[in-house]
């Protein structure tokens, strides 16, 4: 018997196709019709295609499942709101800042983490930056007629501009694939440091989720410092058997990008649309608690999670009982249900009195001891915070 595709599979497929297909037709334009194509470089074109369609494919399904669909839904109608939107880019901006290129959610957390993914993050960067446009042909350098001390960038076909090969200029666009190197192999030995030494990372990590993005960045960068090393200094020898070994672990990595932690690369600047929805959610109407009437969280955020709750066959409703649905009970007023619950069904057993009287007021219950150490880290965890 056929087995029926779903229309997510089909859509995302297309997606998929539609995103590598428009990326091979930008690299036979920018490369003006592979006049300026290496063809020493097609197995890493065809890596790169693959990756571009796993990806698409990878993120178009994570998109249809219904918890982040709503998200990515309500977080683009809470960045175009009418009259906030001049806002709203602004503060775009600055979480791309803050929260993409800068990792402060990261740094903020533990300083040494953060640092190892600014290594790792802007050294993958600076090396795509670099290869890219030069496996695709967008980019090349050629010698200046006339004068063979001067290197021309050609980009997209069109002279872009002239510098002296033998300048600070020259020595550092040649060599920033070394410096993106550097960078990565410091920022994976961070992270080998923390994945042998840290309980907490130990007790859950695994081989492919954690070791092999390491292993595979590890490789990538240290093969590339040695065919560096072996034109520079060793005049070539082991060169071809470097540059093969170099290839292999490239074409493994672009191959790994979408069913690995890689992924979580893409999805990350998602997050922004999550912090344009909880933006909005503070000055809309808040949900209060139907069992001690305190406000916890925002009406719109409580009606979305029934939303998606239905949506995945969950539901919560409270059969007779005034607060209808269990999202309506703010977290503390939930713990005390279930030590209520408990304590009536220990009553009852023991054929005790009851523990509370119907139209007894119920106030919200407060944590007694919190803990030394333990409390909110800003103001988005003392939100949510619920002791």
């Avoid at 960038?153 to 090969?165: D, K, L, Q, T």
């Avoid at 409580?302 to 999202?327: C, K, M, T």
């Avoid at 023991?350 to 150490?373: E, I, Y």
């Amino acid at each position: 018997m056929a087995r029926t595709v779903s229309p997510e599979v089909r859509r995302s497929t297309v997606r998929g196709l539609v995103a590598a297909g428009g990326l091979g037709g930008l690299i036979l334009v920018g490369s003006r019709n592979l006049s300026h194509f290496d063809a020493a470089l097609v197995a890493y074109t065809f890596a790169i295609l693959f990756a571009t369609f796993g990806l698409t494919y990878r993120y178009s399904m994570w998109l249809s499942r219904p918890p982040t669909a709503l998200y990515w839904r309500r977080g683009w109608q809470a960045f175009w709101r009418r009259g906030a939107r001049v806002q709203n880019a602004r503060f775009w901006l600055w979480r791309v800042a803050k929260d993409v290129l800068a990792n402060r959610f990261i740094v903020r957390r533990d300083r040494l983490r953060g640092w190892t993914h600014l290594l790792i993050m802007w050294g993958c960067l600076l090396a795509v930056a670099i290869t890219f446009p030069l496996v695709f042909g967008w980019l090349h350098f050629s010698p200046v007629a006339g004068d063979l001390a001067l290197y021309e960038a050609v980009v997209f076909g069109f002279p872009a501009f002239r510098f002296p090969h033998a300048s600070a200029v020259g020595f550092f666009l040649f060599h920033g694939l070394v410096w993106a190197s550097l960078l990565v192999i410091a920022g994976v030995m961070l992270a080998m440091r923390r994945r042998m030494r840290e309980e907490g990372a130990v007790a859950v990590q695994r081989f492919a989720e954690d070791f092999m993005p390491l292993i595979l960045l590890f490789t990538v960068s240290v093969t590339g410092l040695m065919l560096t090393a072996s034109y520079t200094w060793m005049k070539g020898f082991g060169y071809t058997f470097i540059s093969i070994v170099h290839a292999v672990t490239v074409i493994a990595t672009f191959i790994w990008l979408p069913f690995g932690k890689f992924f979580h690369i893409f999805q990350r600047p998602a997050q922004l649309g999550v912090g344009f929805y909880k933006d909005r959610g503070r000055v809309e109407e808040p949900a209060h608690c139907r069992r001690c009437g305190h406000a916890f969280s925002s009406r719109m955020h409580v009606l979305d999670l029934i939303e998606v709750e239905r949506q995945l066959g969950y539901r919560y409703e409270l059969a007779q009982d005034p607060a209808e649905h269990y999202q309506w009970v703010c977290p503390p007023c939930r713990r005390a249900a279930f030590a209520t619950a408990q304590g009536l069904l220990w009553q009852n057993r023991r054929g005790g009195a009851p523990l509370a009287h119907a139209g007894q007021p119920l106030p919200m219950p407060v944590h007694v001891n919190r803990g030394l150490g333990e409390g909110p880290l800003g103001a988005e965890d003392s939100e949510n915070f619920h002791p």
